[in-house]
């Protein structure tokens, strides 16, 4: 059964100040991997997709990067807009390819 | 591209009523997905179209869960006899291609009492 576990669970940063979430997955083929960031009361919206290791995507504040075991998220030099909940979510190669698997997210909050 | 558009955006219901989701997808799109979220969880799969036929339905989905797409556009979520577990929030989500990211709705915020 594939898995996501996401780290932190929250997160609180001032503005300006550098982290990384982090998501570990175990699937048994993958066939890509997502991020979605998620504001209160809203749907996911599509970020990033990583394909196969070694892969980055860039985006404004945001860099995306992937291993065979994880994948990180890179913010940098974050704005108080940047504040919401961030998913990770895998899809596998096999017969359920359409099929996302979600992690619980990061709420990653940013102080002004 | 007006987006995927879900109705209502919230429901409040008593204990062992029906209650009914609308979804309408991107209009290009032929593949449409049903999630589920609740408070501190990520999305979890219910069920896929591809064009009108539904091609997989998660365990989740018990026999009081049911869920059509007619002619391949909009789509249906229909919960029959609801049971507070109920309560949570249902996203409806699209894609054109096999590999194309899934575009969710707004959710519409199922409350049981």
């Known amino acids: 059964e594939d898995q996501v576990t996401q780290s932190p669970e929250a997160l609180r940063l001032q503005e300006g100040e550098s982290s990384s979430l982090n998501c570990s997955y175990t699937?048994?083929?993958?066939?890509?991997l997502f991020w979605y960031r998620q504001d209160p009361g809203k749907g996911p919206e599509f970020l990033f997709t990583l394909y196969s290791a070694g892969e980055e995507k860039e985006k404004e504040r945001l860099k995306a990067t992937l291993t065979k075991k994880e994948s990180f998220l890179h913010i940098t030099a974050p704005k108080p807009e940047d504040s919401a909940t961030y998913l990770c979510?895998?899809?596998?190669?096999?017969?359920?390819?359409?099929?996302?698997?979600f992690g619980k997210g990061t709420l990653l909050t940013v102080n002004p | 591209d007006t987006g995927v558009s879900q109705d209502p955006r919230h429901k409040i219901t008593k204990r062992g009523q029906n209650v009914t989701f609308r979804c309408d997808p991107i209009?290009?799109?032929?593949?449409l997905y049903w999630y589920r979220q609740t408070l501190g969880q990520g999305p979890e799969f219910l069920t896929y179209?591809?064009?009108?036929?539904?091609?997989?339905k998660s365990r989740l989905l018990s026999d009081r869960f049911s869920a059509e797409r007619p002619k391949g556009s909009f789509s249906t979520l229909e919960i029959q006899r609801t049971e507070q577990g109920d309560s949570a929030m249902y996203l409806c989500?699209?894609?054109?291609?096999?590999?194309?990211?899934?575009?969710f709705g707004n959710g519409t915020r199922l409350t049981v009492t």
């Open positions: 179209f591809q064009n009108e036929a539904q091609l997989e």
């Open positions: 699937v048994s083929g993958l066939r890509g």
């Open positions: 209009s290009e799109h032929n593949r």
């Open positions: 979510a895998v899809q596998n190669s096999g017969g359920s390819n359409y099929k996302l698997t």
């Open positions: 989500a699209s894609s054109h291609y096999e590999d194309s990211p899934l575009h």
